[in-house]
């Protein structure tokens, strides 16, 4: 037996994205892609031009620096649990660098 549609409709998609729960989500979604793209785009841009210049002070030891901490990343665990230690779950915060809000709040590792 197969099964044909009478039509096409969006009346699914209008009910979904209406208003409420799923609009304000894909909404926060969109957002936090945006500003973490715009932000890690312009960190990587300017480090990148920093490093490239020939006889820039201090590009070798940061340079060894970034490349130790891509090779050997601790992983997803560890960093869910110092977010875990400072009570940044179900926030924006968490998405951020957790270096900072540590500074800001006065707390020791």
Known sequence: MLRWPDGITLNAYEALLSGGVVTRALLISIGVTVVGTLVSLAATAGLAHWLARPGATGSRPVLMLLL??????????????????????????????????????????
């Not at 649990?81 to 800001?104: C, I, M, P, R």
């Open 68 to 109: 130790g901490a891509v090779l050997f990343s601790p992983g997803i665990i560890p960093t869910y649990l110092v977010v875990e230690e400072f009570g940044l779950l179900d926030s924006y915060a968490s998405l951020t660098d957790y270096e900072e809000q540590l500074q800001q709040t006065g707390g020791t590792r």
